[in-house]
């Protein structure tokens, strides 16, 4: 394949790669938020035992909020540490990522520069997302936290409800598996909060790579993951292209609009930008570290290439006509190597070209053999809500996919 299909074929395993690291980061957080909502049960059901029917009530429910809010601050900070450390590190390794895949992509090799640690940093501590700063963020998630708890227990307190009303209304139900309570909404909060910054730095530190390389760069493609939980936005913006420099826009391309926007384009997004190589610029002045020559002796090389393809008839060529010639040895070379946009592909088309074991690693040995055989399609995996199905719950729903065996 050429080097822009190389290089796209790589970021689409990426996305998994990333999905993955980001699932790693998420269980630590909820961990962490898990761990602190069993330390606040036993204590608050204890004062509030205290406090319902008390005639002081509202001074000790005073008390109690503020031993509350000091629990909540504390997880909180945890969780701010963890989420600033991880992205920082995330930051380097994607850049260092994109460096590579860059290097191996490109037929050959090239000295290619590197994002400054300064710039890498900033991605995290110094670039929105979503109109907020990532320590912003953080501390939206601490207020909406305190102010939701708060709430609750001042209305159990002031409605004169018992006490197991009022630690359900905190913690959740059993028969909900702690899903309905307030402290749930802080972990869904705090999960949507980081899968957004890891797309947002993921696709922030690669592009200080693209910008560091931008001679060769010819334009950015918006690249949506095809599943059933792709939004609406990421849907009509995939394929959409953003020009480097003053580069023309192919024939027919739909460019991006705005030409600023970037991922992630809403909460819990998980698109991507992958760059498209400018085989122009790869041939330009740039020194090669296996190619020495110049570009003035690379061109010299292709006259020659021209020269002996029309054989006998260059003499009588005029010289509009060979730097004609020239040119398509040029472009034969770009087109053959580097490649021009890679062709509009869906994720399961990309996906149904991936090696057998990468298709099992992702989707599970069974319903990878589903998918192979051509009876189920990855859209078939999820439900409307972009739930994963079991096994179980697809035999029920696709029962004539499973006849006949050969699913492990």
């Given at each position: 394949?050429?080097?822009?299909?190389?290089?796209?074929?790589?970021?689409?395993?990426?996305?998994?790669?990333?999905?993955?690291?980001?699932?790693?980061?998420?269980?630590?957080?909820?961990?962490?938020?898990?761990?602190?909502?069993?330390?606040?049960?036993?204590?608050?059901?204890?004062?509030?035992?205290?406090?319902?029917?008390?005639?002081?009530?509202?001074?000790?429910?005073?008390?109690?909020?503020?031993?509350?809010?000091?629990?909540?601050?504390?997880?909180?900070?945890?969780?701010?540490?963890?989420?600033?450390?991880?992205?920082?590190?995330?930051?380097?390794?994607?850049?260092?990522?994109?460096?590579?895949?860059?290097?191996?992509?490109?037929?050959?090799?090239?000295?290619?520069?590197?994002?400054?640690?300064?710039?890498?940093?900033?991605?995290?501590?110094?670039?929105?997302?979503?109109?907020?700063?990532?320590?912003?963020?953080?501390?939206?998630?601490?207020?909406?936290?305190?102010?939701?708890?708060?709430?609750?227990?001042?209305?159990?307190?002031?409605?004169?409800?018992?006490?197991?009303?009022?630690?359900?209304?905190?913690?959740?139900?059993?028969?909900?598996?702690?899903?309905?309570?307030?402290?749930?909404?802080?972990?869904?909060?705090a999960e949507a909060v980081m899968r957004t910054a890891i797309t947002h730095v993921s696709n922030a530190a690669r592009a200080e790579v693209w910008d560091a390389n931008a001679d060769i760069i010819y334009a950015l493609r918006w690249t949506a993951t095809l599943d059933g939980r792709t939004s609406a936005v990421c849907r009509a913006r995939d394929g959409d292209l953003v020009m480097m420099g003053d580069n023309a826009a192919p024939k027919g391309a739909q460019l991006l609009k705005p030409a600023d926007a970037r991922p992630p384009a809403h909460i819990n997004c998980r698109s991507v930008m992958v760059a498209v190589f400018s085989p122009e610029g790869i041939?330009?002045?740039?020194?090669?570290?296996?190619?020495?020559?110049?570009?003035?002796?690379?061109?010299?090389?292709?006259?020659?290439?021209?020269?002996?393809?029309?054989?006998?008839?260059?003499?009588?060529?005029?010289?509009?006509?060979?730097?004609?010639?020239?040119?398509?040895?040029?472009?034969?070379?770009?087109?053959?190597?580097?490649?021009?946009?890679?062709?509009?592909?869906?994720?399961?088309?990309?996906?149904?070209?991936?090696?057998?074991?990468?298709?099992?690693?992702?989707?599970?040995?069974?319903?990878?053999?589903?998918?192979?055989?051509?009876?189920?399609?990855?859209?078939?995996?999820?439900?409307?809500?972009?739930?994963?199905?079991?096994?179980?719950?697809?035999?029920?729903?696709?029962?004539?996919?499973?006849?006949?065996?050969?699913?492990?």
């Amino acid at each position: 394949m050429s080097a822009n299909q190389d290089l796209f074929d790589a970021a689409l395993r990426h996305q998994v790669a990333l999905r993955r690291y980001s699932v790693s980061v998420l269980r630590r957080i909820q961990r962490l938020l898990e761990e602190a909502d069993r330390d606040l049960v036993e204590p608050l059901r204890r004062k509030l035992a205290r406090i319902t029917g008390s005639p002081d009530a509202i001074a000790r429910l005073e008390e109690l909020l503020k031993d509350v809010r000091a629990m909540r601050e504390a997880v909180m900070a945890q969780i701010r540490d963890l989420g600033r450390g991880e992205l920082l590190d995330l930051a380097k390794l994607e850049a260092d990522w994109e460096h590579a895949i860059m290097a191996a992509s490109i037929p050959i090799e090239m000295a290619l520069a590197t994002a400054p640690l300064g710039r890498l940093n900033a991605v995290v501590t110094s670039r929105p997302f979503q109109g907020r700063f990532l320590r912003e963020w953080f501390a939206s998630l601490q207020q909406a936290d305190q102010a939701q708890l708060t709430q609750a227990l001042r209305l159990g307190i002031t409605n004169g409800e018992t006490l197991d009303d009022i630690v359900r209304r905190v913690v959740g139900t059993r028969a909900n598996k702690y899903s309905d309570g307030i402290l749930a909404i802080t972990r869904r909060n705090a999960e949507a909060v980081m899968r957004t910054a890891i797309t947002h730095v993921s696709n922030a530190a690669r592009a200080e790579v693209w910008d560091a390389n931008a001679d060769i760069i010819y334009a950015l493609r918006w690249t949506a993951t095809l599943d059933g939980r792709t939004s609406a936005v990421c849907r009509a913006r995939d394929g959409d292209l953003v020009m480097m420099g003053d580069n023309a826009a192919p024939k027919g391309a739909q460019l991006l609009k705005p030409a600023d926007a970037r991922p992630p384009a809403h909460i819990n997004c998980r698109s991507v930008m992958v760059a498209v190589f400018s085989p122009e610029g790869i041939l330009g002045d740039r020194p090669f570290v296996r190619d020495k020559r110049t570009r003035g002796q690379r061109e010299r090389d292709f006259r020659a290439e021209a020269r002996a393809e029309a054989g006998d008839a260059w003499s009588g060529m005029s010289e509009a006509e060979r730097r004609a010639a020239i040119r398509r040895r040029r472009d034969a070379w770009g087109d053959e190597n580097i490649g021009q946009l890679p062709s509009t592909t869906t994720y399961e088309e990309w996906m149904r070209r991936q090696p057998v074991a990468f298709q099992d690693e992702v989707l599970g040995q069974a319903k990878a053999q589903l998918f192979r055989s051509g009876r189920l399609t990855l859209d078939d995996f999820v439900d409307r809500a972009g739930r994963e199905l079991t096994l179980d719950q697809l035999r029920q729903r696709f029962p004539r996919a499973f006849e006949g065996g050969g699913v492990v």
